[in-house]
T-cell receptor, first 113, second 116 residues
Framework: GDSVTQMEGPVTLSEEAFLTINCTYT??????LFWYVQYPGEGLQLLLK?????DKGSNKGFEATYRKETTSFHLEKGSVQVSDSAVYFC????????????FGSGTRLLVRP | GAVVSQHPSRVICKSGTSVKIECRSL??????MFWYRQFPKQSLMLMAT?????????EQGVEKDKFLINHASLTLSTLTVTSAHPEDSSFYIC????????????FGQGTRLTVV
């Protein structure tokens, strides 16, 4: 079945550092890929998405490119802020999973001033 | 963007009682709603998928008689945890999709359930 694998956290960075959170996926079809962010005590918010190969999703300085050849969707940000501290979830959705969202395990990011 | 409201945000109940959690799509029609459970510092586990007007589809290992899901309208789904026990304490999150196959899912704020 479909699955998503994320790098384990926590990831601790200093403010203005470069961020990469790795995400790879396994899917039989052609999934859409998502990054969600969860702030403490809250639900999930969609951060960005990409629906086909080579698409780049971007939002709030975060970017991720849908790489079919490496089945990856790594999240990057050039300069993180303290306010970016949260848990980030990579997810996929496709017809083979009845369009349910399948989540990775989540990566906690802590940005220190 | 579309808004999904989940209520209550926190609830504490006694062991053996039932608790109902509501999930409402405020400005769109949600033909499909999903209910997730999240354990501390872990990912979201899909519990069930509910389509308006039909019975919910439960994931393997989820007790349908314990976690009752009702999706009676295009804007409301409810999850009732029946005869709650301390091990049911968790963070429950709903999400809703706008009509269409592969559209974005919008998430509620989550409900922290504590069973004492």
């Amino acid at each position: 079945g479909d699955s998503v694998t994320q790098m384990e956290g926590p990831v601790t960075l200093s403010e203005e550092a470069f961020l990469t959170i790795n995400c790879t996926y396994t899917a039989t079809g052609y999934p859409s890929l998502f990054w969600y962010v969860q702030y403490p005590g809250e639900g999930l918010q969609l951060l960005l998405k990409a629906t086909k190969a080579d698409d780049k999703g971007s939002n709030k300085g975060f970017e991720a490119t849908y790489r079919k050849e490496t089945t990856s969707f790594h999240l990057e940000k050039g300069s993180v802020q303290v306010s970016d501290s949260a848990v980030y979830f990579c997810a996929l959705s496709d017809a083979d999973s009845s369009y349910k969202l399948i989540f990775g395990s989540g990566t906690r990011l802590l940005v220190r001033p | 963007g579309a808004v999904v409201s989940q209520h209550p945000s926190r609830v504490i109940c006694k062991s053996g009682t039932s608790v109902k959690i509501e999930c409402r799509s405020l400005d769109f029609q949600a033909t499909t709603m999903f209910w997730y459970r999240q354990f501390p510092k872990q990912s979201l586990m899909l519990m069930a998928t509910s389509n308006e007007g039909s019975k919910a589809t439960y994931e393997q290992g989820v007790e349908k008689d314990k976690f009752l899901i009702n999706h009676a309208s295009l804007t409301l789904s409810t999850l009732t945890v029946t005869s709650a026990h301390p091990e049911d304490s968790s963070f429950y999150i709903c999400s809703a999709k706008i009509r269409g196959l592969n559209t974005e899912a919008f998430f509620g704020q989550g409900t922290r359930l504590t069973v004492v």
